[in-house]
């Protein structure tokens, strides 16, 4: 069996050609020549279908390549409104009409990535101009210039060999289905720790037996897992079943798999019209009631909050009179804030569905889980591992990975480790050691704190914070005890690693030391920074609560987004007291439960974060903020009068700062002067500096401001010391590398001395 297939030929300078498959817009190559792209893209699609079986692709009858003129406004987008960026240009737009058997038009436009249905032809240039107008109506004159044409273009025809189905009845009783779906009855090997789940597996197979089901568990349970287990052990005992039946003589058709795996975005790709996604969902269920299938969806929220504007005109209301009828089997996964915003945006579904819930998995069967997948998957490569290796990445999920239920943490971490098993850098034999190793590279931990060999000296941690913030030696004690509790693994598992108020001046430290314990805690990677800072005042007025919680499109903010995909972060909330009452209200949950719910019941966990909020509460009535020789403010009864009890009750501690004495001043300063010395120009040339009590006097001066504290510090180097020193060197770029003496002059000027 073959199919012909129209390829577009792009050649965007002499010697380039490019051959795009137009049927997906997905399969590209590029050669030297039209016919070398042509020979590496037949080659790739082959290996496509070999890979996948397929044996029936879209027959075109035609295929013609045109382009059109359109004028279109470049613009720009600041502050949510749309501003014209010069003239109107006119864009070459390329468009391919194609036509089907069934004679039906379809327009695509490979430099928009759009494919529409046509269903006259006289609407096609209507069509057309309005697809052009909607996508560019937003673009800047850099993403215009994106979608130009190539210079040369042209269409071309290829044969592809498609496999041989093994039955046409069977494929055409599941023509849709294997669209929008893909087969999970397909025997594959699941591993499941006997005595673990079998209480669960047994409701599983009642309900599935007698229609629908609901899987209720947290993530990471192994919700799936159980799904495709159950689907499994169905799909043999039908196949032993048609065995017998075979054997026995009797006419029987070929064997269907049994269970069908999808998502509510899947079912409505590509559905750009009226009632487009209605008439294939109706087919889906045909198909699937003619085979005796069930229909899986990994999260049926999704099926609720996709198809329309509202519940009610959604996939899963659709889906409600098929599910009472019995004319469809569904099973369905949810955690339980999603179970409760589903029961609130579409009460009828869940009442639909029997639920059966799972729990967290204990952790001798979590133990057994890891063994048991550890041998299966490094059986292959001849690869042993220690016997105390399960026990030892349990507890570290446990206690490190506290965002997602066991045995998820766990499982997730050794399939990454034993997906890398071929390379060179594996040993023969995984040791504890070598677990820990890994940990702390894929999360940013410090190795003192995973490996319960080690012991950890609280004055240490103090000193290494000491190193970063000068003069505020209790505050460093208070903090270092964030870590020490977390070495130890006493806090309440239910909340973040830490809450902690700073309270101070201005410029006095409290930013700093929350970057140094972020570094200290969560920057052994080295990779991106593990704090995230959010300037509070921002979050102040009307729809404050929607902002923090919300981009403007609508979807999670971009700090929650960071939490999400790094939840081993430092939480910064800078000047807390200036959000409004509504945002501290959604802060509530985020210090009490270590987690964050949105309208959608989409869980943001801050139990492996550390919260930290600075405030300048207390810190103003001093008469010299940032200066002060013995001042005596009681931060933590100024912020019970700041802040409301139920919010200060949350609090683990309310670190003060102390403002900072001369002696301070001019530690600070000396310290800034040797990170001047790691500077490249410096560091490239071979120059060292050194300075005076003069040099550090002055800048202990200029540097520190009664209402800033500490900040003009970097600003008075930049402008005293760095600009000046930055001169001279251009200056003097030929002279041999030394150690330049700065001091300052009785004219109130840097005096740099180069020793001959």
Same mark, same amino acid.
């Given at each position: 069996? %073959?199919?012909?297939?129209?390829?577009?030929i792009d050649?965007?300078?002499?010697?380039?050609a490019?051959?795009q498959?137009?049927d997906?817009?997905?399969?590209?190559?590029?050669?030297f020549?039209?016919?070398q792209?042509?020979?590496?893209l037949?080659?790739? &699609?082959?290996? !496509?279908?070999?890979?996948?079986r397929?044996?029936s692709?879209t027959?075109?009858k035609?295929?013609?390549?045109? @382009?059109?003129?359109?004028d279109?406004?470049?613009?720009i987008?600041?502050?949510?409104?749309?501003y014209?960026?010069?003239?109107?240009v006119?864009?070459p737009?390329r468009?391919?009409e194609?036509?089907?058997?069934?004679?039906?038009l +379809?327009?695509m436009?490979?430099?928009?990535?759009e494919?529409?249905?046509?269903?006259?032809?006289?609407?096609?240039?209507?069509m057309?101009?309005?697809?052009v107008? /909607?996508i560019?109506?937003?673009l800047s004159?850099?993403e215009?210039?994106?979608?130009?044409?190539?210079?040369?273009?042209?269409?071309?025809?290829i044969?592809?060999?498609?496999?041989?189905?093994?039955?046409r009845q069977?494929?055409q009783h599941?023509? *849709?289905?294997?669209?929008?779906a893909?087969?999970?009855?397909?025997g594959r090997?699941?591993?499941?720790?006997?005595?673990?789940?079998?209480e669960?597996?047994?409701?599983?197979?009642t309900?599935?037996?007698?229609?629908?089901c609901?899987?209720?568990?947290?993530?990471?349970?192994?919700?799936t897992?159980?799904?495709?287990?159950?689907?499994?052990e169905?799909?043999?005992?039908?196949?032993?079943?048609?065995?017998?039946?075979r054997?026995?003589?009797?006419d029987? !058709?070929? &064997?269907?798999?049994?269970?069908w795996?999808?998502?509510?975005g899947?079912?409505?790709?590509?559905?750009r019209y009226?009632?487009?996604?209605q008439?294939r969902?109706e087919?889906?269920v045909?198909e699937?009631a003619?085979i005796?299938?069930?229909?899986?969806?990994e999260?049926?929220? #999704? =099926?609720?909050s996709? $198809?329309?504007?509202?519940?009610?005109?959604?996939?899963a209301?659709?889906?409600?009179p098929y599910?009472r009828?019995g004319?469809l089997?569904?099973?369905?996964?949810?955690?339980?804030?999603e179970?409760?915003?589903c029961?609130?945006?579409?009460?009828?579904?869940v009442?639909?569905l029997p639920?059966?819930?799972?729990?967290?998995?204990?952790?001798?069967?979590e133990?057994?889980l890891?063994?048991?997948t550890l041998? @299966?998957?490094?059986?292959?490569?001849?690869?042993k591992?220690?016997a105390?290796?399960p026990?030892?990445v349990s507890?570290l999920?446990r206690?490190?990975q506290?965002?997602?239920?066991?045995p998820?943490?766990?499982?997730?971490?050794?399939?990454e480790?034993?997906?890398?098993?071929?390379?060179q850098?594996?040993?023969?034999?995984?040791?504890?050691p070598?677990?820990?190793?890994?940990f702390? @590279?894929?999360?940013?931990?410090? &190795?003192?704190?995973?490996? #319960?060999a080690?012991?950890?000296d609280k004055?240490?941690?103090?000193? #290494?914070?000491?190193?970063?913030?000068i003069g505020?030696?209790?505050?460093?004690q208070?903090?270092?005890?964030v870590?020490?509790r977390?070495?130890?693994a *006493?806090?309440?598992?239910?909340?973040?690693?830490?809450?902690l108020?700073l309270?101070?001046?201005?410029?006095?430290?409290?930013?700093?030391?929350?970057?140094?314990?972020?570094? +200290?805690l969560?920057g052994?990677a080295?990779?991106?920074?593990?704090?995230?800072?959010?300037?509070?005042?921002?979050y /102040?007025?009307?729809t404050a609560?929607?902002?923090? =919680?919300?981009? /403007?499109?609508?979807?999670s903010?971009?700090?929650?987004?960071?939490?999400?995909?790094r939840?081993?972060?430092?939480?910064?909330?800078?000047?807390?007291?200036?959000?409004s009452?509504?945002? %501290?209200d959604?802060?509530? /949950?985020? =210090?009490d439960e270590?987690?964050?719910?949105?309208?959608?019941?989409?869980?943001?966990? %801050?139990r492996?974060?550390?919260?930290?909020m600075?405030?300048n *509460?207390?810190?103003?009535?001093?008469?010299?903020l $940032?200066?002060?020789?013995?001042?005596n403010?009681? +931060?933590?009864s100024?912020?019970r009068?700041? %802040?409301?009890p139920e919010?200060?009750?949350?609090?683990?501690?309310v670190?003060?700062?102390?403002?900072?004495?001369h002696?301070?001043?001019?530690?600070?300063?000396?310290?800034e &002067?040797?990170?001047?010395?790691n500077?490249e120009?410096?560091?490239? +040339?071979?120059?060292?500096?050194e300075?005076?009590?003069?040099?550090?006097?002055?800048l202990a001066r200029?540097?520190f401001?009664?209402h800033l504290g500490a900040?003009?510090?970097?600003?008075?180097i930049?402008?005293?010391?760095?600009?000046?020193?930055?001169?001279?060197?251009?200056?003097?770029?030929?002279?041999?590398?030394?150690?330049?003496? =700065?001091?300052?002059?009785?004219?109130?000027?840097?005096?740099?001395?180069?020793?001959?």
């Open positions: 069996m %073959f199919a012909k297939m129209p390829v577009l050649q965007p300078t002499a010697g380039v490019i051959a498959l137009l997906g817009l997905s399969h590209q190559a590029a050669g020549s039209i016919e792209s042509l020979r590496l037949r080659k790739s &699609l082959h290996r !496509e279908i070999k890979k996948h397929v044996s692709l027959t075109w035609s295929a013609t390549l045109a @382009q059109k003129k359109f279109v406004q470049p613009a987008i600041f502050r949510e409104r749309r014209p960026a010069g003239p109107k006119q864009l737009v468009y391919v194609l036509v089907d058997q069934r004679d039906q +379809y327009c436009l490979p430099d928009f990535g494919v529409l249905y046509i269903p006259e032809r006289k609407l096609l240039k209507t057309l101009s309005e697809t107008r /909607s560019t109506a937003t004159p850099r215009l210039h994106k979608l130009w044409p190539p210079a040369a273009s042209e269409l071309k025809w044969r592809l060999d498609l496999v041989k189905p093994a039955n069977t494929l599941t023509r *849709v289905l294997r669209t929008v893909e087969p999970l009855s397909d090997n699941l591993t499941i720790v006997a005595g673990s789940r079998e669960v597996l047994g409701q599983m197979r309900a599935i037996s007698k229609g629908s609901l899987i209720v568990g947290e993530t990471g349970v192994g919700k897992t159980l799904v495709s287990s159950v689907a499994r169905m799909f043999l005992a039908r196949r032993a079943l048609r065995k017998q039946q054997d026995k003589g009797s029987t !058709e070929p &064997l269907q798999p049994l269970f795996s999808s998502s509510a899947r079912l409505i790709a590509g559905m009226l009632g487009q996604w008439q969902l087919a889906v045909a699937l003619n005796d299938g069930v229909l899986a969806i999260n049926l929220l #999704d =099926l609720v996709i $198809g329309g504007r509202e519940p009610r005109d959604s996939l209301a659709f889906l409600i599910l009828s004319s089997r569904l099973v369905a996964e949810a955690s339980p804030t179970l409760d915003a029961r609130r945006l579409l009460p009828a579904l009442d639909t639920m059966v819930r799972v729990e967290p998995m204990r952790i001798e069967h133990q057994e890891l063994r048991v041998a @299966q998957q490094l059986q292959s490569a001849e690869i591992f220690s105390s290796i026990a030892c507890r999920c206690q490190f506290r965002h997602s239920a066991a998820g943490p766990a499982m997730r971490f050794i399939l480790l034993a997906g890398r098993k071929r390379r850098d594996q040993p023969k034999l995984w040791t504890e070598w677990i820990l190793e890994r702390s @590279q894929r999360t940013g931990l410090p &190795l003192i704190l995973l490996d #319960d080690r012991s950890l004055e240490t941690v103090v000193n #290494d914070l000491s190193r970063d913030v505020q030696a209790n505050a460093c208070q903090m270092a005890s870590v020490t977390i070495k130890s *006493v806090q309440d598992p239910r909340r973040p690693f830490g809450c108020l309270c101070g001046p201005t410029g006095v430290g409290k930013t700093q030391l929350a970057k140094s314990l972020a570094k +200290y969560f052994a080295g990779e991106k920074s593990p704090m995230i800072r959010l300037d509070m005042s921002e /102040s007025g009307v609560g929607f902002r923090f =919680l919300n981009d /403007s499109a609508g979807n903010a971009t700090w929650i987004q960071q939490i999400r995909s939840p081993l972060s430092v939480l910064l909330l800078d000047e807390v007291e200036k959000a009452t509504e945002v %501290f959604i802060m509530l /949950s985020m =210090l270590g987690r964050l719910t949105d309208r959608l019941g989409r869980v943001t966990s %801050f492996n974060s550390v919260i930290i600075t405030s *509460v207390g810190g103003r009535s001093s008469t010299s $940032g200066f002060s020789e013995d001042a403010i009681d +931060y933590a100024e912020v009068k700041a %802040f409301r919010f200060f009750n949350r609090l683990d501690s670190i003060p700062f102390a403002p900072l004495s002696e301070v001043i001019q530690q600070i300063t000396i310290k &002067l040797n990170d001047l010395r500077r120009g410096l560091e490239r +040339y071979g120059r060292g500096i300075w005076t009590t003069e040099v550090v006097d002055h200029t540097g401001q009664n900040r003009p510090l970097q600003r008075a930049e402008t005293d010391i760095v600009a000046p020193l930055a001169k001279w060197i251009v200056e003097h770029n030929a002279l041999p590398a030394t150690t330049l003496q =700065l001091d300052w002059d009785t004219h109130h000027q840097l005096l740099i001395v180069h020793p001959r």
